[in-house]
Structures are given as structure tokens and as C-alpha cells.
């Protein structure tokens, strides 16, 4: 009687590990694509809602918040009553210098493989605003 086969063979192993190979080598840089246009998608998100918050701010003081200086995602926060999660991004907003309180800027910054920075104004939201004004935007 012959014994029954209870392995895999070199050949059938290494056969698997050409096409596991194949696979990852289309998939990973595919994966870093769909990463990089999620934060893309999420930094817009989230500037946006910034910007709604501070025409509300706009509405009820008749100046734009940070009147001065640049404020970080924790001051963002807590002046605008917002809970913007950083998720990789760094979240800044700063005045308006020539002109306190008339205007703002805020940002959204990665510096991870693809960094890239994402620009809000208080202009009317649009196809340029909030966009991608540095570095390779996915």
C-alpha cells in the first residue's frame, strides 16, 4: 500500500510564492495611491468644515477667527467649536496680516510619502477652493 501525501512539495510552495509576489507587487504601490487620495479627500473634508465654522464666527463677531497669529488644530477646535481629527495631516490657520480679522488662511499639511498641503480661504467654496497648492496632489 502506498503512503498518502500529507505535504506540500518545494515546487508547489514556490509556485505560491511567485504569484503572492505577483499580486503584492501590483497591490502595494495601488494601496499608497488610495492612501494618499484619502487624506487628500479628508483634508478637503475637514478645511471645509473649517471654513463653514468661521463664517459662522464671521456672522456672529464681524471678523474672521484667528483675528492674529495662526492657531493649530487645538486652537481650531476650541475657538470654532469644531472636532477636526489630524489623521495624518497637520491642521494650521492664520490671519490675515495687512488686514487683522478680514481674512484667513488654513491648511492642511502631510509629510508622509506623498506630502502634499491643502489651502482654504474665506472665499466662496469652488472647484480652487479649498485645493491642493503644494507638493505632488494625488
Known sequence: KIPSQKAFTLMEILVTEVIVGIIADFSIPNYG?????????DAIIQLSAIRSANQVYYARTSSYWPSTGTGDVNVIN???????????????????????GTAFECFATTTDDTPFTVTVTQAVLSATNPQCTAGPCP
Open 78 to 100: 476650541t475657538s470654532l467649536s469644531l472636532n477636526i481629527i489630524e489623521n495624518g495631516l497637520t491642521y494650521t490657520c492664520s490671519a490675515d496680516g495687512a488686514n487683522p
Open 33 to 41: 495611491k488610495a492612501v494618499a487620495q484619502t487624506r487628500l479627500q
